[in-house]
């Protein structure tokens, strides 16, 4: 199982980037997908997850109604395209992955493979 998150840089406030977090090794079907975030001296956070067997898509905190996920089955990635971006968005951005569906009550939304982050920095 591997994953990699790419796309991060720096942007404006207000401004949009678009992550992408490309994986191989497994059934992407079958598998859930998720991103976190983890800002200097803070405890790593859930931002989204998506269940590729339904389509299902949850969101925490303040990626709700900012954040959008997606998946391309052709090209086994899943995007995480952010709008309307925050300093508080700052933060290197992991993508993660388990077979099943997202949990949407667990902590990590039950993953259990860890790729490498991307950096993401919010400012003028």
């Known amino acids: 199982v591997q994953l990699q998150a790419s796309g991060g840089g720096l942007v404006q406030p207000g401004g949009s980037l678009t992550l992408s977090c490309a994986t191989s090794?497994?059934?992407?079907?079958?598998?859930?997908i998720a991103w976190f975030r983890q800002a200097p001296g803070k405890e790593r956070e859930a931002v989204s997850c998506?269940?590729?067997?339904?389509?299902?898509?949850y969101y925490r905190g303040s990626a709700k109604g900012r954040f959008t996920i997606s998946g391309d089955r052709t090209k086994n990635t899943v995007y995480l395209q952010m709008r309307r971006l925050r300093s508080e968005d700052t933060a290197v951005y992991y993508c993660a992955t388990n077979t099943g569906y997202c949990d949407p009550v667990a902590d990590s939304y039950g993953m259990k493979y860890w790729g490498k982050g991307t950096q993401v920095t919010v400012s003028s």
């Open positions: 090794g497994f059934s992407f079907d079958m598998y859930s």
């Open positions: 998506l269940s590729n067997s339904d389509g299902s898509k």
